[in-house]
């Protein structure tokens, strides 16, 4: 009669331990940030800038036209 050995590998997890010092978001912002290419966030300013000023246009001329209806009118 023969011996048969099956040997098992038993792994214990271990609860994930966090770490000491918590960083800040201002940390967090800054590495992120530091990473980032200046010239892509140029770009997006820019579009940024031209999608807000497009938008804002037909608010101020609606204030225009109102200006102007109100100014006809008599008081």
């Known amino acids: 009669m023969s011996v048969i050995t099956v040997k098992r ?3 214990r997890r ?3 331990k966090r770490p ?3 960083r800040s978001f201002r940390e967090l912002s800054r590495s992120y940030f ?3 290419k200046s010239l892509e966030f140029v770009i997006e300013a820019l ?3 031209t999608m ?3 938008s ?3 608010i101020v001329a609606a204030i ?3 200006n102007q209806f109100l100014q006809r009118t008599p008081s």
């Open 47 to 49: 579009l940024f800038a």
């Open 9 to 11: 590998t038993v792994i």
């Open 52 to 54: 807000m000023a497009i």
């Open 14 to 16: 271990r609860p994930n």
């Open 64 to 66: 225009d036209a109102l």
């Open 56 to 58: 804002a246009w037909p």
């Open 20 to 22: 000491a010092t918590r």
């Open 34 to 36: 530091a990473s980032e």
